[in-house]
């Protein structure tokens, strides 16, 4: 999975269009091997990321929470938390 894709269900406030058409870039470019397609297959990768970002918006409208929504802010504070127990970043 790439790592610079994230949860978008189930946060308050919601996924916006622009967290969703991100992880939308970032699945196109880990399939795809690629940040930057070439101009014989931009409008390829182009419809790929609008579809993929469609798709995903509908899935995240239809999913049904359980739990209450998780506050981004304080999952933010704790992934940072991870981050530098795991010594991956400094303090």
């Given at each position: ?90 303090a």
């Amino acid at each position: 999975m790439c790592r610079n894709i994230h949860t978008l269900h189930n946060f308050e406030p919601a996924a916006s269009s622009e967290e969703v058409q991100a992880a939308a870039l970032q699945y196109v470019r880990k399939i795809a091997g690629t940040t930057k397609p070439s101009k014989a297959n931009q409008e390829a990768f182009d419809r790929a990321v609008a579809e993929i970002a469609h798709a995903t918006q509908h899935l995240l409208n239809d999913l049904v929470a359980v739990r209450p929504p998780k506050n981004r802010e304080e999952e933010a504070a704790k992934a940072r938390a991870r981050a530098v127990a795991s010594g991956r970043y400094a303090a």
